[in-house]
């Protein structure tokens, strides 16, 4: 199975400020014929189920505020909130669909300084 | 608005089987690009997904848990459903109901997931 490796574990920003999430993959999700990275975030907050921001390692699901973005390629890739909101307290979470079984990271909790 | 809950027990009893059925509305299951599965996460571990099924009735699973899993469906009532057997304290955890996106290549198919229902926590205990 491709493992996925997040860090930090948990971070705190600033209102208004920038946040960066990490995801490393035991193994490339990238097919380079097709130059996509098979790869996608989910958002957590309390009491709610996953909801899915990112597919594609960078295209944002429709809704998704565009202070996320995602990017990166092969086996290393960063969500990135440009500017921390209250709203945006929540556990994030990476996936790889590269292969079978489908395997997601640890999470990293993002909290308000 | 695509809404998936799921439902079932709570509680579980050691080596018996655990039961959930999630009941899809705001959208058919029928639809054929989509597939319908069960992912889990365990207290303090990883998501975990389970399996999955299309609405014809193929499905795939985990082959960390294929020996217990088995996933059907019931597209009449737009419900599927998950049965693990043989359940032990490992298999506490918070039980998801999801449309996943299926994603084929070089001929194995994998998946995000789109839509989660809210999630029913179980748990395993005597």
């Known amino acids: 199975d491709i493992v996925m490796t997040q860090s930090p574990d948990s971070l705190a920003v600033s209102l208004g400020e920038r946040a960066a999430i990490n995801c490393k993959s035991s193994?490339?999700?990238?097919?380079?014929?097709?130059?996509?990275?098979?790869l996608a975030w989910y958002q957590r907050k309390p009491g709610q189920p996953p909801k899915l921001l990112i597919s594609w390692a960078s295209s944002r699901e429709s809704g998704v505020p565009d202070r996320f973005s995602g990017s990166g390629s092969g086996t290393d890739f960063t969500l990135t909130i440009s500017s921390l909101q209250a709203e945006d307290v929540a556990v994030y979470y990476c996936?790889?669909?590269?292969?079978?079984?489908?395997?997601f990271g640890g999470g990293t909790k993002v909290e308000i300084k | 608005q695509l809404q998936l809950q799921e439902s079932g027990p709570g509680l579980v009893k050691p080596s018996e089987t655990l039961s959930l059925t999630c009941t899809v509305s705001g959208g058919s299951m029928s639809v054929t690009s989509y597939y319908w599965g069960w992912i889990r996460q365990p207290p303090g571990k990883v998501l975990e997904w389970i399996g999955s099924?299309?609405?014809?009735?193929?499905?795939y699973y985990n082959p960390s848990l294929q020996s217990r899993v088995t996933i059907s469906v019931d597209t009449s009532k737009n419900q599927f459903s998950l049965k693990l057997r043989s359940v032990t304290a490992a298999d506490t955890a918070i039980y998801y109901c999801a449309r996943l996106d299926p994603i084929t290549l070089f001929g194995v198919v994998s998946y995000f997931f789109d839509h989660w229902g809210q999630g029913t926590p179980v748990t395993v205990s005597s």
């Open positions: 193994q490339t999700v990238l097919y380079s014929s097709s130059n996509k990275n098979f």
């Open positions: 099924i299309y609405y014809s009735g193929s499905t």
């Open positions: 996936q790889q669909y590269y292969t079978s079984p489908p395997t």
